[in-house]
């Protein structure tokens, strides 16, 4: 960074040489207002706000305005940000953008948080002098997640460009001329990108509109929130939930400048209502005459239940603990530390296990690091080998999608062109893009910015890994019998990731294959051995995956085995809803066989109902908990409100079910900080558990952190139907943060900022003010810590065999797993609006495929995978290969079939 | 002694003098119709509740005795699903009043509001509602904002276009 000085009203700054004016000044914390400027889009000048005053030297006293976002910063430039001139320029900006903006604070849902209003007020526009009448424009339906006024645009095209620039998106456009902008779909219907939801908070004003909180709506004063993860993919992206009167009302970013920055995706965003469901269990739940289970579970007391507990645990045999990727470490720790280490099982199946322990061991060995989010999109050559990324992994797709724009910067850096001037630097570089491989099973949303793309089966995605690790060096085992077309495309790749900077592998545990993930550990060794630092991103399915793999245990089929085998009797199931996981024949055994069930879970599932005993959990919305995501970064999540009813976290009921079990030596554990403490102690990598976030006695200044705004409204009369008297507020022992309005309203560590505000600027666009520069890192450093380092200078090893072509089975079909991002993850798919955007359980064949076996789309055929027979209407897929058969994993109540695996695929007979 | 005298005078003074205690309640006295008395919530002229449910007067009341909930009806109108108040907390101060963008919430000259039992202060929607405009007659919040509700389409409000044809091309 090149230092420049530079003169604002007359005082000297430093500032970055040739950042732009409007974000150094902003990073120096004067306010200048602005719209269409965003940190993460950068500058277009459309809007005129920003103005500011440019004196040609220190003699110079008219000066000229210049807008502030198209402006360089240089050395010892004269400026004045409230040159009374510029303030008149500025109001009368924000009376022109107001001539048709309707009478509707009152019933805008941005209000209150609109950043319009921010700026009308920050330039003192108070009065509309115009008679003129008001332009209005008609609405759009736009789905499930995002409602639509036209009316209060101020065209200053932020939606569009994050839409299609940023996002990828290709139905949401701007229409018409002069006053007559319109931005919307060309017509009513859903909104297809699964980033939708980010233009809530990119548009300035009330035009794009949450329309999950529009259902119960509650302005952002009165929202009590906390800083959360997001617990719907590995990824791990940081959030504020917002809650009123005991129900969830919304998720908003937490900007976390090493994950997701400004954004997330959809399934994040509006994933949240299963907290509010109806299928919560709120009561612990105990089945009468608890031998045959003919009974239907009854609600009991939490004493009735704990008190019969303790007779199982004390005269059980030998008790074994099923924990889940989606629980928190601290509920899964205390859960081994029920049943015992060697008791312990993870709760994901035997070829998920195997997955999730090489993705470790990959991370682990090196060399090659696993990247942030944010590093990647700085990486300038990706292949991406078998991932569906964005229906695994949304935000690392929009990641992905600002790596291919490294080429882009390259070539407006030779130009001299500043890098926020969007517009020049898309010009000049016709949106060149740098290299982005797929190799995936059948064709994804990130198709449009490939280079090249490959579909084949897992182990053809393997063996391309394995040709390009070759390509890179001689040394890596050759791949035999591949056609020229896969030597040519491999060694494009190979090339292209040699000639970047910093190129990256992105894989995971998507198409169930090891040999995928160690194609893609061989091509980050290869680069490693000519010399370049690779990154590596390994998808990971669920928010805990690898922190339960770190915690380790056995596999879910070796858990059923010591059911069945009589070796134990009794199992505790946490958070985990086996009938997902493994096959229903299976766990129903396993259920026969098992004496005593004890299942802790949030809501109602086929679990569940196999339970003898039934605890409520708290869901992420109510419970503290630390999670790994899928780049090895230990982050703490903490409840936005306390839970009511008999729902507890997860870890106190394993506490006292340790308790009531008799267990001597117990450490005492009164707080999350106590468990993770445990956890340090017993885990070797997870020994830094402890600075991932403030202890629970910490206090700025002797004072906690409020969940509640300053001005949070109706304390007095929210409960006053029930009692006239106030309740003491709930009062929180386990974390800095309280259950109040009360305490320190400035800028605490990061790990519990828990909303953006600061004076003047009411709206989400406040987060100026919490970071070292707009854009940049929060002040005094991101949250969350990274625990998986590998070992520096490891020397890459090479495996020797390398898995064979695909060779199709008569009569047979491989079938592959097919992911959605809206239904394929447990949680969210509870979620009314994704619901409503999910598409119904399917079978996805190849036309060629659908026409050998006689069907066509939407009709109903038979797959038989082992033991298993299913009836899936037909979809279409063009991209798949022949011979290979998707399966639409996941989604509604599709039983679970283990795929990759060798299946038959028939029309369906009558009655079928 | 003389202090004696003195007070004594006093006394005589005003017994002949006109009295100012007023015989409450069988009289009652005058109060301003701005009065700052219990509160109600008024109707537009149209007959339809006025409060939008913005949530402005409960962010101002400095006792945070106000609470409500939007909800909105099958047109998109919106209006509180409940709408509660509790007197036995309201200092009366009319900082709801004053913050309220569609005078639907006002304050009364009435003041005869006690209460044995401090329950009977907590007033809801029903309790506060009333058939009229109160203090403003015209105001019809609807009839100017821009967004549509039952029986008001794009465009019909206040100073309104119609609504714009964003296929036209014409300059
Ligand atoms: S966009 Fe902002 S200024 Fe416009 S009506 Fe909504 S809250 Fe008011
Ligand atoms: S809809 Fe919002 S983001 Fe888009 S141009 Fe209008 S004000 Fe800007
Ligand atoms: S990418 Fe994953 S972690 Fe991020 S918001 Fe979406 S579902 Fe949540
Ligand atoms: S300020 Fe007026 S319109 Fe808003 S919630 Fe209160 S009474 Fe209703
Ligand atoms: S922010 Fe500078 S012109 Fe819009």
């Known amino acids: 960074m090149i230092v420049a000085t530079i003169h604002i009203d007359n005082k000297p700054y430093e500032v970055q040489e040739g950042d732009n004016l409007l974000s150094a000044c902003l990073s120096l914390g004067f306010d200048i207002p602005y719209f269409c400027w965003h940190p993460a889009l950068h500058s277009v000048g459309s809007c005129r706000l920003c103005a500011v005053k440019n004196f040609r030297n220190e003699e110079d006293t008219r000066g000229h305005i210049v807008m502030s976002c198209m402006t360089a910063v240089c050395d010892g430039m004269r400026i004045s940000v409230k040159d009374p001139e510029v303030l008149e320029f500025r109001a009368s900006v924000i009376e022109w953008l107001m001539l048709h903006h309707p009478h509707d604070c009152p019933v805008c849902d941005e209000g209150g948080e609109c950043h319009l209003q921010d700026m009308t007020v920050m330039t003192g526009h108070n009065y509309r002098r115009t008679r003129m009448r008001k332009r209005t424009f008609r609405n759009q339906e736009l789905g499930p997640f995002i409602y639509h006024e036209m009316n209060r645009c101020i065209q200053c095209y932020r939606c569009v460009r994050f839409y299609r620039k940023y996002a990828g998106g290709r139905d949401l456009d701007v229409s018409g001329i002069h006053n007559h902008l319109y931005y919307g779909r060309f017509e009513d219907g859903t909104l297809e990108s699964e980033f939708s939801g980010n233009l809530v908070e990119i548009c300035p004003t009330g035009v794009f509109t949450d329309k999950t909180l529009r259902k119960h709506f509650t302005r952002k004063w009165d929202l009590q929130t906390a800083p959360s993860v997001c617990v719907h993919c590995g990824a791990g992206c940081n959030t504020i939930p917002g809650e009123r009167y005991g129900k969830l009302r919304r998720i908003l970013n937490r900007y976390n400048h090493e994950v997701n920055g400004y954004f997330l995706c959809d399934r994040g965003r509006f994933g949240y209502e299963f907290v509010n469901s109806d299928r919560r269990i709120r009561r612990a739940h105990l089945r009468p005459g608890t031998s045959d289970r003919s009974a239907e579970l009854e609600p009991s007391s939490k004493e009735a239940v704990v008190a019969s507990l303790e007779g199982i645990l004390a005269n059980g045999k030998r008790p074994i603990g099923i924990g889940s990727p989606r629980a928190s470490l601290e509920a899964n720790f205390a859960l081994r530390s029920l049943v015992g280490p060697d008791r312990f099982y993870t709760g994901m199946p035997e070829s998920e296990s195997a997955l999730v322990s090489l993705v470790l061991e990959t991370l682990t060995c090196g060399p090659a690091v696993s990247v942030s989010l944010r590093e990647v999109e700085l990486c300038d050559a990706v292949l991406v080998l078998g991932e569906d990324v964005p229906n695994t992994s949304p935000r690392l797709a929009l990641s992905l999608r600002q790596s291919v724009r490294r080429r882009s910067l390259k070539i407006a850096d030779k130009h001299c062109i500043p890098l926020w001037n969007d517009r020049a630097v898309r010009k000049v570089s016709q949106e060149a893009k740098s290299p982005l491989f797929l190799a995936t099973v059948a064709a994804t949303r990130l198709d449009d910015i490939s280079a090249a793309t490959f579909n084949g089966t897992p182990d053809e995605i393997a063996r391309l890994g394995y040709a390009v690790a070759h390509e890179l060096d001689p040394a890596a085992p050759p791949v035999e019998g591949s056609t020229s077309e896969e030597h040519v495309l491999a060694a494009c790749i190979a090339g292209a990731l040699k000639a970047a900077e910093r190129p990256l592998v992105v894989s995971g545990t998507g198409c169930g294959s090891e040999a995928v993930i160690i194609a893609a550990a061989q091509v980050a060794a290869a680069l490693h051995r000519v010399g370049k630092t690779a990154g590596l991103s390994l998808c990971v399915p669920e928010c805990n995956t690898l922190g339960v793999g770190l915690i380790g245990g056995g596999h879910l089929e070796a858990a059923f085995k010591e059911v069945t085998s009589g070796a134990a009797d009794t199992v505790v199931i946490l958070e985990n809803d086996l009938f997902r996981r493994a096959d229903a024949k299976l766990v129903a055994e396993f259920f026969k066989a098992a004496t005593h069930v004890i299942a802790i879970d949030h809501l109602f599932n086929q679990t569940a109902s196999h339970a003898d005993l039934l605890l409520p959990a708290a869901t992420f919305a109510e419970a503290d908990g630390t999670f790994i995501n899928a780049e090895g970064r230990a982050q703490r999540s903490y409840r936005v409100f306390p839970a009511t009813d008999e729902i507890r976290e997860s870890w106190r009921w394993l506490y006292e079910l340790m308790q009531a079990a008799g267990k001597t030596d117990l450490p005492l554990w009164t707080t999350p900080d106590d468990v993770c403490r445990s956890i340090a102690e017993s885990i070797d990598a997870l020994k830094p558990l402890g600075q991932v976030a403030p202890p629970a006695d910490f206090r700025v200044a002797g004072l906690k952190i409020p969940r509640q705004p300053h001005r949070y409204s109706g304390r007095t009369a929210m409960t006053a139907q029930v009692s006239v008297h106030e309740p003491a507020p709930a009062r929180d022992a386990d974390s800095a943060l309280a259950f109040s309005m009360e305490g320190f309203h400035g800028h605490p560590p990061n790990a519990l900022l828990d909303r953006y505000w600061a004076p003047g600027w009411n709206s989400v666009q406040a987060l100026n003010k919490f970071q070292s520069e707009v854009g940049g890192p929060l002040r005094g450093g991101d949250p969350g810590i990274r625990v998986l380092e590998p070992a520096p200078d490891r020397e890459a090893t090479y495996p020797e065999s390398v898995p064979e072509a695909f060779s199709p089975r008569a009569g047979e079909r491989l079938i592959v797993p097919l992911y959605h991002v809206f239904g394929s993850e447990e949680l969210s798919a509870v979620s009314p609006g994704i619901a409503e955007r999910s598409p119904g359980p399917y079978l996805g064949l190849s036309p060629d495929d659908a026409e050998s076996i006689g069907v066509d789309e939407g009709r109903n055929v038979r797959l038989t995978v082992a033991d298993v027979v299913l009836v899936l209407p037909v979809r279409l897929i063009p991209s798949l290969p022949q011979g290979v058969t998707g399966l639409s994993v996941g989604l509604g109540d599709l039983p679970y079939v283990q795929v990759p695996a060798w299946g038959v695929v028939t029309r369906a007979k009558a009655g079928d | ?171």
């Open chain 2, 1 to 171: 002694m003389f202090s004696l005298l003195k007070g004594m005078w006093t006394l005589l003074k005003h017994t002949l003098r006109k009295r100012v205690t007023v015989q409450y309640p069988e009289e009652k006295p005058y109060v301003p119709p701005r009065w700052r008395g219990r509160i109600i919530l008024a109707r537009d002229p149209d007959g339809e509740e006025r409060c939008v449910a913005c949530y402005l007067c409960a962010a101002a009341c400095p006792v945070d005795c106000i609470s409500l909930q939007a909800t909105q009806d099958e047109t998109g109108r919106r209006y509180p699903e409940f709408f509660r108040i509790n007197f036995s907390r309201c200092i009366l101060c009319g900082f709801c009043e004053e913050a309220c963008p569609t005078y639907a919430i006002q304050l009364t000259p009435d003041y005869e509001m006690c209460e044995y039992d401090r329950r009977n202060l907590v007033y809801e929607k029903e309790d506060l509602l009333i058939s009229g405009p109160g203090k403003y007659p015209g105001y019809n919040f609807y009839r100017v904002a821009g967004v549509t509700v039952g029986g008001k389409d794009k465009g019909e409000s206040e100073n309104e276009e119609p609504p714009t044809d964003v296929r036209d091309l014409m300059p």
